[in-house]
């Protein structure tokens, strides 16, 4: 029986992007159906989301995962294990796992230095790059943040690449020279397949979160 795969999203996602990235990268076929989240969230997204009532959700043979992180998780452990995401050792996944929690901490300030002003918009680049730096240790001199390998960390952090610009132009900051090495490493990413078909472009995201400002 074929397998039906649908993904609840929202194109400017940094969260949807995880999940697209993962079901590329594993190669799966899926049915990515777009959501209206202004004004108009589909019945399909309140049924299997009722917590939160936001995407992404994956929906597998009728079976709902919430929660972008838990979808790759999902997606790892269901699809092509031959080139798993995850590492199987409990210590290193724990890390990855760890860092990707961290990844999550630190989103939110990206968003807040461009939709806000003065004081706390100083106290979000701030707090946004910091955070960057940290990942950018982590990383060091490794390709990817799992080493040779592209894995989980880089899936969770490579979405803020497509927010890049806009958060520098809104923001008025230059990520791109306080974090080269990142940035290299976003780069190295892009150059993957599952990446140029999930990311959006930066001018794109750009004009929309412009005009979500205003
Ligand atoms: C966050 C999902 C989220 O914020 C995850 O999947 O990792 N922790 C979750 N989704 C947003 C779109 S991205 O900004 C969403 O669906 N918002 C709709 C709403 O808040 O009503």
């Known amino acids: 029986m074929a397998e039906e795969v649908i993904l609840l999203d929202f194109w400017s996602s940094l969260f949807g992007m995880r999940a697209r990235i993962a079901l590329r990268e594993k190669g799966v076929d899926f049915d990515l159906r777009e959501e209206d989240l202004l004004s108009n969230k589909s019945p399909l997204l309140l049924e299997t989301n009722p917590v939160h009532k936001k995407i992404p959700v994956l929906i597998h043979n009728g079976k709902p995962v919430c929660e972008s992180l838990i979808i790759v998780q999902y997606i790892d452990k269901t699809w092509g294990r031959e080139s798993p995401l995850l590492r199987s050792d409990p210590y290193q996944r724990a890390l990855e796992v760890f860092w990707a929690d961290y990844v999550d901490k630190i989103f939110p300030a990206g968003k807040m230095a461009m939709f806000s002003t003065g004081e706390a918009q100083k106290v979000a ?90």
């Not at 132009?169 to 780069?187: F, H, M, P, Q, R």
């Not at 397949?193 to 472009?201: I, Q, T």
Request: proline fraction near 2%.
């Open 125 to 214: 680049k701030k707090e946004y790059i910091e955070g960057l730096k940290v990942l950018e240790g982590e990383l060091g001199d490794k390709a990817y943040f799992g080493g040779e390998r592209f894995g989980y960390v880089d899936v969770s952090l490579i979405p803020f690449y497509s927010w890049l610009y806009a958060v520098e132009t809104l923001a008025n900051c230059s990520i791109g020279d306080e974090c080269s090495e990142l940035v290299g490493w976003a780069k190295r990413c892009m150059q993957r397949e599952s990446m140029a078909k999930s990311l959006p472009d930066q001018y794109k995201v750009y004009d929309f979160m412009l005009k979500v400002r205003k």
